[in-house]
């Protein structure tokens, strides 16, 4: 997992005058003293998103908007380690393969007698 650096007060408050105070997801202002608002990654960062100072990849989000968006994001990122992985050759073991299928191993001939594949 890569490893996230701390934003700053003084970085927060650029983010968000720069970005004019809108939620980057709905697109509605953020009342910042009422509201309760997350920076944001657009491009999550296992997935090739930039983490510099000034980046524009961060951008404000309200609290609310931003915790479905992470949530499918970990969908996403966890496919794109599954792809990787399938790209290099690492194959994917079954923790429980069920009896007599291709992964136990073993099977079942037409006369009753189990054997290894």
Known sequence: MTRRR???ASERATIFFSNKGQC???GYGIDASRER??????IP??????????????KPAHKA???PKTATDVGHIAKGKRMKQRG????RTVRNPMPGSRASGLKKRLDGTVVKR
Do not use: F, P, R, Y
């Open 45 to 58: 960062i296992e997935l090739g998103g930039d983490d510099t100072k000034g980046s524009d990849n961060i």
């Open 37 to 42: 608002w997350d920076a944001d990654h657009v």
């Open 88 to 91: 290099l050759g690492i194959k």
């Open 6 to 8: 701390n934003i700053s």
């Open 24 to 26: 980057h997801i709905c």
């Open 65 to 67: 908007c931003h915790a």
